[in-house]
């Protein structure tokens, strides 16, 4: 069965600090690994990651991913209010009926001020 | 401007009633796609569509109906068949089943009494 596993499901942190953000997936026919960010409504893109050890960064935000070991981080360096958000990890596979995401359940990340 | 929209933004119904959520989306996407989302959990895929006139079964697809007559339009419907319907509704739309990243209506919560 296809799963993809985020970790911690929930984070609470101070202003300034810097966080990491797991997720690890075993899928059938992997695609690409996709970051999408969900502040209580419509999750909006971050990153998609298709080749292993390529960092890809915006800003605070970058993340990696590491086919092997089928896992990927987010790190978000020098936090702020405004990254309190649900961080969902997503990973693309193809099957005969066409090609879709699955999703994990999201970690939660509360940056206090 | 470009973009997917939802509507309403809020539904209630009563038990037993059948419901349909709009998607309409004007970005000129092939696929289309609808989750489900609950409380402190991730996004799970009810049905998706690659073309006009088709569409495959996800991983939650029993109690739900959809069609797609228009490439711009996938509405699904919530029938009395639905055990626990109460959920926030998304949906999504990519340019293709090959282009995994995704683009997030708004998304509809879903009450029923």
């Known amino acids: 069965e296809d799963k993809v596993v985020q970790s911690p499901l929930s984070l609470v942190v101070h202003e300034g600090d810097t966080v990491t953000l797991n997720c690890s997936y075993e899928?059938?026919?992997?695609?690409?690994l996709l970051w999408y960010k969900q502040e209580k409504k419509a999750p909006t893109f971050l990153f998609m990651l298709t080749s292993s050890g390529i960092e890809k960064k915006s800003g605070r935000l970058s993340s990696i991913l590491d086919k092997k070991e089928l896992f990927s981080i987010l790190n978000i360096t020098a936090t702020q209010t405004g990254d309190s958000a649900v961080y969902l990890c997503a990973v693309a596979f193809r099957e005969t009926s066409g090609s879709r995401l699955t999703f994990g359940e999201g970690t939660q990340l509360t940056v206090n001020p | 401007d470009g973009g997917i929209t939802q509507s309403p933004k809020y539904l209630f119904r009563k038990e037993g009633q059948n419901v349909t959520l709009s998607c309409e989306q004007n970005?000129?996407?092939?696929?289309m796609y609808w989750y489900r989302q609950d409380p402190g959990q991730g996004l799970r895929l009810i049905y998706y569509?690659?073309?006009?006139?088709?569409?495959q079964k996800g991983d939650i697809a029993e109690g739900y109906s959809v069609s797609r007559e228009k490439k711009e339009s996938f509405p699904l419907t919530v029938t009395s068949a639905q055990k626990n319907p109460t959920a926030f509704y998304l949906c999504?739309?990519?340019?293709?089943?090959?282009?995994?990243?995704?683009?997030f209506g708004p998304g509809t919560r879903l009450t029923v009494l």
């Open positions: 999504a739309s990519s340019i293709n089943s090959l282009n995994n990243e995704q683009f």
């Open positions: 970005l000129n996407h092939d696929a």
């Open positions: 569509s690659q073309i006009v006139n088709d569409f």
């Open positions: 899928v059938t026919n992997f695609r690409s």
